[in-house]
Nanobody, 117 residues
Framework: QVQLVESGGGLVQVGGSLRLSCAVS????????MAWIRQAPGKERELVAV???????SYADSVKGRFIISTDNAKNTVNLQMYSLKYDDTAVYYC???????????YGQGTQVTVSS
């Protein structure tokens, strides 16, 4: 089992910054990739950013150039640094870690990010 605990969400003004963190613990040997996913009210879940085992990263077009995903070498923490936040970034953000098998797929409880004026 893998446990994920997110932190860092909250209320921020348009144009502001916020940093999300996810503490990963448990049987992490099977984990290869780490990601952040978000879901806004009435919308489908969106893959925001992913960092793979080799260190390569990918971002949704909507956040490219504004968000940065990072992790420590031990894969104990995955972070999402968010800059120039927009109203459309308002969502519940979920930490997600996964490996090769279908059972190696874990989600955190989610943290709310609200962007307001």
């Amino acid at each position: 089992q893998v446990q994920l605990v997110e932190s860092g969400g909250g209320l921020v003004q348009v144009g502001g910054s916020l940093r999300l963190s996810c503490a990963v613990s448990g049987s992490i040997s099977s984990i290869k990739n780490m990601a952040w996913i978000r879901q806004a009210p009435g919308k489908e879940r969106e893959l925001v950013a992913v960092i793979r085992s080799g260190g390569t990263t990918s971002y949704a077009d909507s956040v490219k150039g504004r968000f940065i995903i990072s992790t420590d070498n031990a894969k104990n923490t995955v972070n999402l640094q968010m800059y120039s936040l927009k109203y459309d970034d308002t969502a519940v953000y979920y930490c997600n870690v996964f490996g090769d098998g279908p059972s190696d797929d874990y989600y955190g409880q989610g943290t709310q990010v609200t962007v307001s004026s």
